[in-house]
Nanobody, 118 residues
Framework: QVQLVESGGGLVQAGGSLRLSCAAS????????MGWYRQAPGKQRELVAT???????NYVDSVKGRFTISRDNAKNAVWLQMNSLKPEDTAVYYC????????????WGQGTQVTVSS
C-alpha cells in the first residue's frame, strides 16, 4: 500500500515564500513523473509544475521564475519552492506521482491549503 503525505501549506502575505513537501511511503519500486497541481475555489484543477525521473521540469507560465520543483528519488519525495507569492496563487495544492508498486498507477496527495493575502 502506498501513502502520500503533503505538508508545508499555510497563510502568507503577498511577496512571501512557502515550501511544499510530498513524500511517498510503502511498497514503491519506481517513480516516474512527479508533479504539483492546484485547485482554486470554483476553478478546475490545474497543473503547476512537473519533474521527470531524469530531472526535466515543466511549469505553467504563471509560475515560471517564481516556483521551483525538485525531487529526491532516494527519499521518494518532491518539493515545490514558491517565492514571490501572489494572491492568485491561493489554492489547494496537490502532489501527483506516477509510480510502480505492484503495478504502475497515479497517486494523489491529500492536498494542502495555500493562502496568499494581499
Amino acid at each position: 500500500q502506498v501513502q502520500l503525505v503533503e505538508s508545508g501549506g499555510g497563510l502568507v502575505q503577498a511577496g512571501g515564500s512557502l515550501r511544499l513537501s510530498c513524500a511517498a511511503s510503502g511498497s514503491i519500486f519506481s517513480i516516474a513523473t512527479m508533479g504539483w497541481y492546484r485547485q482554486a475555489p470554483g476553478k478546475q484543477r490545474e497543473l503547476v509544475a512537473t519533474i521527470t525521473s531524469g530531472g526535466t521540469t515543466n511549469y505553467v507560465d504563471s509560475v515560471k521564475g517564481r516556483f521551483t520543483i525538485s525531487r529526491d528519488n532516494a527519499k521518494n519525495a518532491v518539493w515545490l519552492q514558491m517565492n514571490s507569492l501572489k494572491p492568485e496563487d491561493t489554492a489547494v495544492y496537490y502532489c501527483k506521482l506516477e509510480l510502480r508498486s505492484n503495478m504502475w498507477a497515479t497517486y494523489w496527495g491529500q492536498g494542502t491549503q495555500v493562502t496568499v493575502s494581499s
